[in-house]
C-alpha cells in the first residue's frame, strides 16, 4: 500500500489532508474481509463503509501514560479492523484528541492505513479543559472567565450550566481546537455534544433556535471541507419520552438542516447510547415520523441517518456478571463480546462505540465480529 505522507508547515504540527472516502471504505474493508463476519463493515451513504465496532477515547486520567495507552490502542486498532475513531474536544481536558491525532499520523508513516480509509468523528459543546483539570470548581470558574469570557468566544448569557453552549462563535472556535488537536484538515464526522443540556435553562423553542444557528454553522464548515458530515450526539435527547424536558424530536432536527440547505444538508448522523442496560432507543416510541410513533433507531433509519451507538459496555459494566442466557442469543467468548454483540446485531445501528485503552482490549472486543469467534 502506497503510503500517505502528512503535509507539514514550518513550525507546527502536521496537518493530514484528506478524509474519508467510499473507494478508501471500500479497501480498507476488503483488506480485513477475510478476518471479520460478513457484516462487520457497514455501508453508509456519505462517510462509507464504516466497521461495526469503533474505538471510543472518553475515559482515562489526564496523564502522559494514558495519552500513550490511548495512542498505542488506536493505532493497534486502525492495524487491526477498526476504522471508526470516536473523541470530543473536551475528553480528558483536549488530550484524546491529541491522542488520537498522533496515532493517525504515525499510523500513516508506518503505511498501516490512509487518511481516506478511516472515519474520524469529534464532538463540540462542552468548554474544553486544556491539558489538567483545575483542582477545585472556583479555579474552573476563573478558567472559563479567563479564556472564554474575557475573551468574548463565548458570552455569559450563551453559556449554560457553567459550561456548555451551541453559540456560532463558540462552535467555530471548537471546531478549529478540534481540528488543530486532530493535525486533520477535514474532520468526518463533527457532532454537537449532548445538545439536550441548554433544555435545563431554557425554552424549547429558544433551543431548536440554538440548534439551528449551530446547524447553519457546521453547513459552513461541510461546505468549505472542514467536516464531511455532522450530526447530534446525545445521552437523553433522544431516548427519552416526547413529553420529557429534555426531548429532542429527529424530525425537527431533520428539517432545520432541510431548512438551511435544502436536499443537500449535511445533517447526516447521530450518536446515543445503547447497551444491554439502556435500551430504549430501540424499544420506546420516543419520535414521531410521518405523524406515526418510533423508535430512535426506526426514525433515524426513515430519515437515513447514520446511527452510532455509544457506551455499549456502559463505561465497563457490561463485562462481567451477565445472565447466563444472554449467551444462548448473543454467543462469544466473554461478557464483553456478548454485550457488544449485542448492539452491533441491531438492525440500524452502523457502529458500536467501545473505549479500549490497551491492545488487550482491542482484541478482546474485536473478537466479537472475528470470523473465529464461536456463535
Given at each position: 500500500?502506497?503510503?500517505?505522507?502528512?503535509?507539514?508547515?514550518?513550525?507546527?504540527?502536521?496537518?493530514?489532508?484528506?478524509?474519508?472516502?467510499?473507494?478508501?471504505?471500500?479497501?480498507?474493508?476488503?483488506?480485513?474481509?477475510?478476518?471479520?463476519?460478513?457484516?462487520?463493515?457497514?455501508?453508509?451513504?456519505?462517510?462509507?463503509?464504516?466497521?461495526?465496532?469503533?474505538?471510543?477515547?472518553?475515559?482515562?486520567?489526564?496523564?502522559?501514560?494514558?495519552?500513550?495507552?490511548?495512542?498505542?490502542?488506536?493505532?493497534?486498532?486502525?492495524?487491526?479492523?477498526i476504522n471508526v475513531i470516536d473523541t470530543a474536544l473536551n475528553y480528558r481536558a483536549q488530550r484524546s484528541e491529541r491522542s488520537v491525532g498522533a496515532a493517525i499520523r504515525r499510523a500513516?508513516?508506518?503505511?498501516?492505513?490512509?487518511?481516506?480509509?478511516?472515519?474520524?468523528?469529534?464532538?463540540?459543546?462542552?468548554?474544553?479543559?486544556?491539558?489538567?483539570?483545575?483542582?477545585?470548581?472556583?479555579?474552573?470558574?476563573?478558567?472559563?472567565?479567563?479564556?472564554?469570557?474575557?475573551?468574548?468566544?463565548?458570552?455569559?448569557?450563551?453559556?449554560?450550566?457553567?459550561?456548555?453552549?451551541?453559540?456560532?462563535?463558540?462552535?467555530?472556535?471548537?471546531?478549529?481546537?478540534?481540528?488543530?488537536?486532530?493535525?486533520?484538515?477535514?474532520?468526518?464526522?463533527?457532532?454537537?455534544?449532548?445538545?439536550?443540556?441548554?433544555?435545563?435553562?431554557?425554552?424549547?423553542?429558544?433551543?431548536?433556535?440554538?440548534?439551528?444557528?449551530?446547524?447553519?454553522?457546521?453547513?459552513?464548515?461541510?461546505?468549505?471541507?472542514?467536516?464531511?458530515?455532522?450530526?447530534?450526539?446525545?445521552?437523553?435527547?433522544?431516548?427519552?419520552?416526547?413529553?420529557?424536558?429534555?426531548?429532542?424530536?429527529?424530525?425537527?432536527?431533520?428539517?432545520?438542516?432541510?431548512?438551511?440547505?435544502?436536499?443537500?444538508?449535511?445533517?447526516?448522523?447521530?450518536?446515543?447510547?445503547?447497551?444491554?442496560?439502556?435500551?430504549?432507543?430501540?424499544?420506546?416510541?420516543?419520535?414521531?415520523i410521518d405523524g406515526n410513533q418510533a423508535s430512535a433507531i426506526e426514525a433515524a433509519q426513515a430519515l437515513n441517518l447514520t446511527v452510532v451507538a455509544s457506551a455499549t459496555l456502559l463505561?465497563?459494566?457490561?463485562?462481567?456478571?451477565?445472565?447466563?442466557?444472554?449467551?444462548?442469543?448473543?454467543?462469544?467468548?466473554?461478557?464483553?463480546?456478548?454485550?457488544?454483540?449485542?448492539?452491533?446485531?441491531?438492525?440500524?445501528?452502523?457502529?458500536?462505540?467501545?473505549?479500549?485503552?490497551?491492545?488487550?482490549?482491542?482484541?478482546?472486543?474485536?473478537?466479537?465480529?472475528?470470523?473465529?469467534?464461536?456463535r
Open positions: 500500500m502506497a503510503r500517505k505522507t502528512p503535509k507539514k508547515t514550518e513550525g507546527i504540527a502536521a496537518i493530514v489532508d484528506g478524509q474519508a472516502t467510499r473507494a478508501g471504505t471500500a479497501r480498507y474493508r476488503d483488506r480485513f474481509s477475510a478476518e471479520f463476519v460478513a457484516d462487520h463493515f457497514r455501508d453508509t451513504s456519505f462517510t462509507g463503509y464504516m466497521s461495526s465496532i469503533g474505538i471510543g477515547t472518553y475515559l482515562g486520567d489526564t496523564t502522559d501514560e494514558d495519552d500513550a495507552s490511548y495512542t498505542t490502542a488506536i493505532q493497534h486498532a486502525v492495524g487491526s479492523g500513516i508513516e508506518a503505511g498501516v492505513i490512509q487518511r481516506d480509509e478511516i472515519v474520524v468523528c469529534s464532538k463540540a459543546g462542552y468548554v474544553p479543559l486544556d491539558g489538567t483539570p483545575p483542582a477545585t470548581r472556583e479555579e474552573y470558574r476563573e478558567y472559563v472567565e479567563r479564556e472564554f469570557l474575557e475573551k468574548e468566544i463565548v458570552l455569559r448569557e450563551e453559556l449554560v450550566g457553567g459550561g456548555h453552549s451551541l453559540a456560532p462563535r463558540f462552535l467555530r472556535y471548537c471546531l478549529a481546537k478540534s481540528r488543530q488537536n486532530l493535525g486533520l484538515r477535514t474532520i468526518d464526522t463533527y457532532y454537537l455534544h449532548n445538545p439536550e443540556q441548554q433544555a435545563r435553562s431554557v425554552e424549547r423553542e429558544t433551543l431548536y433556535s440554538r440548534i439551528e444557528a449551530a446547524f447553519g454553522v457546521l453547513e459552513e464548515a461541510a461546505e468549505r471541507g472542514e467536516i464531511g458530515i455532522y450530526g447530534c450526539a446525545t445521552w437523553n435527547g433522544l431516548r427519552t419520552p416526547r413529553d420529557s424536558a429534555e426531548h429532542i424530536s429527529l424530525h425537527r432536527l431533520n428539517a432545520i438542516a432541510h431548512g438551511i440547505a435544502g436536499d443537500s444538508h449535511h445533517f447526516r448522523a447521530i450518536q446515543l447510547p445503547i447497551n444491554l442496560a439502556m435500551p430504549e432507543a430501540i424499544r420506546q416510541h420516543t419520535q414521531t463505561q465497563a459494566t457490561l463485562v462481567k456478571g451477565l445472565p447466563p442466557e444472554i449467551g444462548q442469543h448473543y454467543p462469544g467468548a466473554s461478557d464483553a463480546q456478548r454485550a457488544i454483540q449485542f448492539v452491533r446485531s441491531i438492525p440500524g445501528v452502523t457502529t458500536a462505540l467501545v473505549g479500549m485503552r490497551r491492545e488487550a482490549h482491542v482484541d478482546e472486543d474485536l473478537g466479537a465480529a472475528r470470523v473465529s469467534t464461536p
